[in-house]
């Protein structure tokens, strides 16, 4: 730790203030939720802000010492750092390029540890054996295949849960078949119920002196039917809801699938790039 310590003296920005801490933890959260690089790839983790802080404290110091050229190493490849196209890295992103020169005027480089140390000894001159560069690019393999694991573990995990709401949305659209035969049938005994109700009350002057039961008999049964009716509607109501919330739940696990799988796909590029 001492001789790290000796190596980043001075070489280290200052930390931000607490007031411009709380500022950019707001542009952060801002960037995560529109998702705009960088770092809105990190939304998952505890602490979400970590690139985005990089990321600025490196454009406040590249303001201060007004360089041509801005090269940011980073051992970072998913794609809120990078472009890519069919599975290649192709450079940064549009919007940090374009950030880097509307804050700095400096043109944004991004390079991994590798590609750094490789660049550094070819165009600088600088002592990197080759063991150095091949250690970095294992480190970074490695650092990679370790990131595979997780990931691996959340596209087993929501793909078990979108096969339990697919289960679950058959069953509840075939519990909504059954509800609307049910409801339906309740419907047309109800109006039956009514129909009878009214041919037994009409000319009920010339019956009077019919059984009083049947008149008993006919005032109840369109009211049961009615409650019945009511209850079954109220049933396919129920189960309409729940799909209607089911099929928000499966889209939203679609997306964060999709997304995951994106990742996967991109991770195992870089592992095997």
């Given amino acids: ?159 078990r849960l979108h096969q339990e709401q697919t289960g679950r949305l058959t069953e509840l659209l075939d519990a909504k078949a059954a509800a609307q035969e049910e409801y339906a049938i309740a419907e047309r005994r109800r109006k039956l119920a009514y129909a009878d109700c009214a041919a037994t009350h009409h000319g009920a002057e010339a019956r009077a002196k019919a059984d009083k039961a049947t008149s008993c008999r006919a005032e109840v049964e369109p009211s049961r039917s009615t409650s019945i009716s009511n209850t079954a509607k109220n049933k396919l109501d129920a189960i309409v809801t729940g799909i209607d919330h089911l099929q928000a739940a499966i889209e939203s696990t679609d997306a964060a699938r999709a997304e995951l799988t994106m990742e996967y796909d991109q991770m195992v590029a870089n592992t095997h790039g």
Avoid at 114 to 128: G, P, W
Wanted: negative net charge; hydrophobic residues 35%; contains cysteine.
């Fill in 1 to 159: 730790m001492a001789r790290i310590a000796r190596i980043l003296d001075g070489r280290a920005g200052d930390a931000l203030s607490e007031e411009d801490s709380e500022t950019e933890k707001m542009e952060s959260a801002r960037r995560i939720e529109r998702k705009l690089p960088p770092g809105y790839r990190d939304s998952k983790k505890d602490e979400p802000h970590g690139d985005y802080f990089v990321w600025c404290q490196t454009l406040r110091e590249a303001q201060q010492r007004s360089p041509h050229v801005l090269v940011f190493v980073t051992s970072d490849t998913k794609d809120d750092w990078y472009l890519r196209l069919k599975g290649q890295t192709i450079m940064a992103r549009p919007e940090l390029v374009l950030e880097c020169k509307e804050k700095t005027r400096a043109k944004l480089v991004l390079l991994s540890i590798r590609n750094f140390l490789s660049h550094t000894k070819n165009f600088l001159e600088a002592d990197v054996s080759d063991e150095t560069i091949r250690q970095a690019e294992q480190a970074q393999i490695a650092d990679d295949r370790n990131r595979l694991v997780p990931l691996q573990e959340g596209l087993l995990s929501i793909t």
